[in-house]
């Protein structure tokens, strides 16, 4: 038995085509080459697009603890803040309360001596 090499017993003009006709293979392997170009591009724009993606995720975080820092200085100083605050409330009920009794007193005595001069 005679084994058939490549191209023998395949019409002419057919020669690596696998039995397709040349016209159809052609328009086959233009349609493949557009689709993997097509492919290429949207895997390429996909693949840059992840890339600003990972930049932009990088700066919110850098960001994000910027804040975070920033709140917790913030946070400190409005604790030593209010605990001031406590302590001035404390101790100086029954000053405060006889600041506020002068404080209208003398503008009684201003009222009424205003009026007395009119």
């Known amino acids: 038995m005679r084994r058939a090499g490549l191209g023998e017993g395949a019409p002419p003009g057919n020669s690596g085509n696998y039995g397709y006709p040349s016209s159809g293979y052609s328009a086959c392997e233009e349609e493949n080459e557009r689709l993997t170009e097509s492919l290429r591009n949207k895997v390429t724009a996909i ?16 960001l994000l603890a910027e804040m975070d820092s920033q709140f917790d200085s913030t946070t ?30 003398f503008v009684f005595f201003v009222i009424y001596w205003i009026i007395k001069l009119r």
């Open 47 to 62: 693949k840059s697009l992840s890339i600003e993606i990972g930049h932009e995720v990088k700066n919110q975080n850098k």
């Open 76 to 105: 400190g100083f409005l604790g030593k803040t209010m605990g001031k605050l406590k302590i001035l409330s404390r101790g100086s009920q029954t000053k405060l309360l006889c600041y506020m009794m002068l404080f209208s007193l």
